[in-house]
């Protein structure tokens, strides 16, 4: 995100409740009950060439992260696609990254959520790759984290809410504040879970591709194309809680999201992995995908 001043400066135009209004028209109240409670949810996709890869997978997740914190999006799955949509067009954007976003606005203060009304936008801007070209041939470093993803019993773990995203933050900050360039997070039973946006798999030495067992964090929409693409290239995916310790069996690492695409792994706390033939077939099988 090299150039990137400040994000409410930019000029262009975002959708906010229906309507597509100047850049910096899009306010917030300060007394919006999500900001202090952290119940908004939120997409993150990407346009390649001006189509939007897994558009209503994305919004069906939209929709199922609000009703997992309670509430209802206040428009349909073909008026949000269609937001998505604009907000591109109207922006001029190709090869972007889109943010969807609802949340509870500023009618009720209090803790508890009341009827205050649902708000949504969307945003769109140009964003080529997360990691810089070199660290993508290179593979990243990534440091463990002391925090850990919660489990189902403590929070609403599948649903993609900003609240969730705290702990990820502080995470990726210590990782990069220390010289790497993101976080493993272990889970609240010391298994393998993920990264700070997005999902790991392990090629061990068994010749399988392993991934964690996605029950107290986000299955991925790209996770589960990566899957689809091992599965159909006949590499064996087992998914599975991984122990930390099992690092020692990987051979190539990556991480998936799309964000972050596909993007090897080269050490973990100093362990290290040579990104190798398999990250290869999968990066370029993914970039098919997306550009299909
Ligand atoms: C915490 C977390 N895990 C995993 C992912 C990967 O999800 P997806 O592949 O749907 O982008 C993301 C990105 O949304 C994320 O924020």
Known sequence: MTGITDFAKRHGFIWQDGELVNWNDCKLHMLTHSLHYGGAVFEGLRSYNSKIFKL???????????????????????????????????NGVIDAYIRPVAWRGSKAMGIAHQDNPVMMAVAAWEWPSYYSPKKLLEGLRLRTSVWRRPSPGTAPVHSKVSGLYMICTMAK?????????????????GFIAESTGSNIFLFMEDGKLHTPLPDCFL????????????????IEVVERHIAYEELTQAVEVFLTGTAVEITPIREIDGYTFTPGELSKTMIKAYDNAVRA
């Open 56 to 90: 209503e997978q994305h919004t069906r997740r939209l929709r199922f992260s609000a009703e997992l914190i309670g509430y209802s999006l206040p428009f349909t799955d073909d008026e949000i696609n269609l937001a998505c949509q604009e907000v591109l067009q109207a």
């Open 173 to 189: 900050q210590e990782a990069t504040d220390a010289g790497y360039d993101d976080a493993l997070m272990l889970d609240y039973r």
């Open 219 to 234: 299955d991925g929409i790209t996770r589960q194309t990566a899957v689809e693409l091992a599965r159909v290239r006949g």
